[in-house]
């Protein structure tokens, strides 16, 4: 399991070099040699993450914004290499963390930027908890996440539109919360979703018919204030909101 | 007036002395100060700095920065140490004159955001004993000159963006007296930074070296073996980095190590027995290497061993044997890697022991009785191995466990009866064993379970309906068992399932559960392989997170729930039962005959027969109707030919005139009787004459029986005669 780490692309930069100082005069040799010069260090400091550690600095962040009653965190230990032998986290075999559960646990506090940091995260399962505040927008930056479920808890504020860049996702469950706002539009481009419920808010605007939309149940929308379905060409969709 | 002119010539000689011994020591602190200011105003604004500056008035003698913050002087007013640790310091050292500040002993400037590079004239500060500038934001290469600092015992860089290599210059030479290097050094800490190369061998001519962390950089090469006559060193970290070859076997020799991190490089070979002579050693961190051969045998010889770990190696061959009586295991992972060995023999007791996995080895043996005295375990994962035997009751006294995960062996016997009492329990894992004997009653106890696998065993008996009261449930599998019976409908009440539900592979026999429409979370159901009959419960509906189901090899019939995750499901979801229908390939489609049975049968004939007469009744009169639409259509063109020819001659709609030229008996008429009052009448003789041919014509045309009305053909040839024949 060891990590080896990335090299910079330096082939086609020797590539370029060489065509460069080969077919220019004296004078811009110099320069171009000193501007390639400098692209090159720049290169080689590019760093790659060789531990997971920072993964554990995520979730050890959010863990100080959380408010654990029940000890649910208590095995999260800073110290230890990797937060992989934490309860509630699973990663695979590369030491990195696939999944966070902790749904029904008892915590409230709120969410913050750092769980954006968990690249290689699948499932986000922090239901039926307290957890208020703002989802944080850099929760779109999970790209290979395939459920987030953060139902039953009080975030407020709206659906962050960098949703959109969860391509992996097929649940989405926000239901039974405070939020605001519309229904992003940008959500209809998530071709893997499959179950989505956002009933139980404060939503108002309307409802997406595109893609994935064409399919969800009413069930799905009930008790917001939202003016039923998109009209198409006719009306404003997000009109009233 | 002698003694006076005496006392005051003395005082004056007092005051000079005073003086000039207060202004020399002021002198001092006034280049020192002057250093300080000029560094201050080189960072920008800086709001902790207040402190420092100084007084309006007064003249450069008086300048002490010895009460400013951060500052620390000695008895002569010489700033002996600048401690500003964690204060939000931005900017570089570039301007900070070391070479007023040769009296410093200690400089503090760690978590802070400062940048550049480390000065190369730090080198002057040749009494510095103590320098910290980890966490900052410093990039560049450790300059030469540090190795100027011979008195210094702590040099701290961790977490920066330095780079480049530890010149080997930097370390004492090893011949003696040493002039240069950092002899005196203690602690050495570069973790987490951008510095690589091989560690020099002189390093270990740093004879008082106790500390060397070196974590999370890039250093690459032979762990050197002159760290073997460090004799003081205690702890040695050198994790994350990317090491290779052997351990050398002389730092077995380091009675004093108490932490050894060689984890997650590249090291291999074997680990030499050696390290056994540790005899101080509480942490020893192997794991993620590519070691073969044997684990040392006598690593807890020395009693103190509190953190092992192994894992993700080649490790074979047995189980330390120091570790059976290692009673200060906190934390043991050997899991990946082929150690063999008995459970029951090769471990003892262990009081403080928390977490321990053994997983993907071949340790046979079972697990014994004793591990209940283990009161602290929270993880045991002995997944993957050869474990026989059977559960010991006394592992449901560990009422600390979260995770229970022996799948994967050849466990065998029953589950342990009071089970129910892990109540802190999140996961348990007993797949792909050979259990036996009945869930136990009591499950219901399992109150924080999340994770539920007992899949793959032999487990008998019913499904226990208690086991609808572990709500926290999110994972549950009990295929490939031979459970019996029904399924408890209170398995509809634990709504947080999430991920799995699954049945398959037992005798289930009865219905499936309509509660199980209260699920809506579920995503994946799989009641495959079973005996269940009668039909899928229509509220299945309400399953809306449902993506897979799973219901063939039953005996169920009737409709699919309609919605799309039953309809547009793979055929083999539902392949093999009874008789389901539904638009899904393979079922038949359902119709209202759904339930058919024998007077059904009578009554479908009657409603042929009846249907059949009235269709041919229905058909005979439409024939008909049609028929006689058809000549009526034609003859009505014809009627509508005549009403439009009187039109033309009299200049309105004949009206009733039609009805009068019916009832008249007359077949002739003359156009005298309905001219257009607004022409002037036809003078000539056969202008009237073939005007009256006309009428007589459009007269038979308006006749009331569409069948004397003449055809349009014999009309058109009428028309033309009487135009040929007025010629």
New interface residues.
Partial sequence: ???K?NTPPLLPFFLALALAISSVNPLKKWLIFYLLSVFLSLLL?I?PS??S?SEGNALHALRSRLVDPTNALQ?WDPAL?NPC?W??VVCDSNSHVTRL?L??SNISGTLGPELGQLKHLKYL?LY?NDIGGKIPKELGNLKNLVSM?MYGNKFEGEIPKSFAKLKSL??L?LNNNKLSGSIPRELTTLKEL??F?VSNNDLCGTIPVDGPFA?F?M??FVNNRLNGPELKGLVPYDFGC | MALGSCVSLQLLIEWIVLFLFFSEASFASNTEAEALLKWKDSLGNQSILQSWVAPENSSSRTLSPCLWRGITCDNAGNVTQINLPNVGLTGTLQYLNFSSLTNLLRLDLRENQLTGTIPSSIGVLYKLQYLDLATNLVYGTLPLSLANLTQAYELDFSRN?I?GIIDPRLFPDGSAPNKTGLVSLKNFLLQKT?IGGRIPEEIGNCKFLSLLALD?S?FYGPIPSSLGNLSELTVLRL??N?FSGNIPPNIGTLSKLTDLHL????LSGFVPAELGNLSSLTVL?LA???FTGHLPQQICQGGKLVNFSAA?NNFSGPIPVSLKKCHTLYRV?LEHNQLSGFLDQDFGVYPNLT?I?LSFNKVRGELSPKWGECKNL??LRVAGNLLGGKIPDEVVLLNQL??IDLSSNQISGELPAQLGKLSNL?VLNLKDNMLSGQVPVGIEGLSSL?DLDLSSNMLSGPIPYQIGECS?L?FLSLGMNSFKGTIPYQIGNLV?L?DLLDLSYNLLSGGIPSQFAKLT?L?QLNLSHNKLSGSIPASLSNM??L?SVNFSHNNLEGPLPD??IFQLADPDSYSNNKDLCGEVQGLRRCTTRANEKDGGMKKSKLVIIVASIASALFLSLALAELAYTMEVNEKSDVYSFGVLAFEVLMGKHPGELISYLHSSANQEIHFEDAPDPRLPPPAERKAVDLLSRVITLARSCTRVDPRSRPTMRTVSQLLEMKAAGSE
Avoid: C, W
């Avoid at chain 2, 984890?263 to 590249?266: A, E, I, K, P, V």
């Fill in positions: 399991m060891t990590k780490p400091s760093s060789l531990s550690n095995s290499v032998t309860f509630h559960d749904g029904n399962e039926r479920d097929i649940f469950r499959k179950v419920d399919s149940p069930e799905s | 963006n780079t951008r999370e890039r994790s994350g990317l984890l997650t490089n590249q961190h993620e290497n590519q993700y992972r977490y996995d929270t993880a979260r995770v999140l999340e926290k999110r947080g999430h979370s995503a809306l997170s993506v919605t799309s």
